[in-house]
């Protein structure tokens, strides 16, 4: 009965143990979009010739609530990490805003999220990405946006 009991518990910790194939610190990876401005005439990224500055940067959606982005010096990209919440119809507004010429320009984007269920953890990806109001296109998962 002893060899019973010892074999049961043994048979329950490794149950326990070995069930749980996420390992400690498995996250995923957040949504996000990596966006180069370029200039509609020259097509140069603005950045790169000084139309605009990273710190003129804004994004919001359209409830005004920031949207955090990080600006890619050595590539003069922004990428995006757009909200997730909502599976359709999402939109965020690029500000560009440069206070010494006055030069303001916006760009609406909206997209779509699709989330994908991981062992450990949920994916979110930004798909039916458009730019309404520019033209664009899709390079090596780049959206190139003239402004």
Same mark, same amino acid.
């Given at each position: 009965m !002893? !060899?019973?009991?010892g074999f049961l518990v043994l048979a329950i910790a490794f149950l326990n143990v070995s069930c749980d !194939?996420?390992?400690e610190g498995d996250k995923a990876e957040p949504a996000s979009l990596f966006v180069d401005l370029l200039d509609e005439t020259t097509l140069e990224n603005v950045f790169v010739n000084e139309t605009f500055t990273a710190q003129q940067i804004s994004i919001k959606d359209l409830e005004d609530k920031l949207i955090p982005f990080v600006f890619v010096s050595n590539?003069? $990209? /922004?990428?995006?990490?757009p909200d997730t919440?909502?599976? $359709?119809e999402? @939109?965020?507004? /690029? @500000? $560009?805003?440069?206070?010494i010429t006055d030069v303001v320009k916006e760009i609406t984007i909206t997209y779509d999220v699709e989330a994908i269920g991981q062992e450990c953890? +949920? +994916?979110y !990806? @930004?798909?039916?990405?458009?730019?309404?109001?520019?033209a664009s296109e899709v390079i090596d998962g780049i959206y190139r946006i003239k402004i």
């Open positions: !002893k !060899k019973y009991i !194939k996420c390992m590539m003069s $990209l /922004i990428r995006i990490f919440q909502n599976p $359709l999402n @939109t965020f507004i /690029i @500000t $560009l805003n440069n206070d953890y +949920t +994916t !990806k @930004t798909e039916n990405v458009q730019v309404p109001n520019n």
